[in-house]
Nanobody
Framework: QVQLVESGGGLVQPGGSLRLSCVAS????????MGWVRQRPGRGLEWVAD???????TYANSVKGRFTISRDNAKNTLYLQMDTLKSEDTAVYYC?????????RGKGTLVTVSS
């Protein structure tokens, strides 16, 4: 069955960087668009970014220019490089099999941006 395991979250100061990873199994990784969504404290799920099978990418306006989504099909791994982090980026980040946040999700990894 589909398994998505996120890692790389943690505590970081404002302006800092983190790289999230998501290892996928149970499906043909390179045949699917993949994405990231997040859930900030007290809020619903928010779409963050997608990467398609041709490596085209799309981003939410709130993260455009600061976050970079990428994939390594040989390793069945999805990444999210997060730079210039802000306190409002504090959230649980989930990897998604599919685009626009629609599809199977992992259990998430917590990112806390705080001084």
């Amino acid at each position: 069955q589909v398994q998505l395991v996120e890692s790389g979250g943690g505590l970081v100061q404002p302006g800092g960087s983190l790289r999230l990873s998501c290892v996928a199994s149970g499906f043909t990784f390179d045949a699917y668009a993949m994405g990231w969504v997040r859930q900030r404290p007290g809020r619903g799920l928010e779409w963050v970014a997608d990467i398609y099978i041709n490596d085209a990418t799309t981003y939410a306006n709130s993260v455009k220019g600061r976050f970079t989504i990428s994939r390594d099909n040989a390793k069945n791994t999805l990444y999210l490089q997060m730079d210039t982090l802000k306190s409002e980026d504090t959230a649980v980040y989930y990897c998604v099999k599919g685009s626009r946040g629609i599809g199977s999700r992992g259990k998430g990894t917590l990112v806390t941006v705080s001084s």
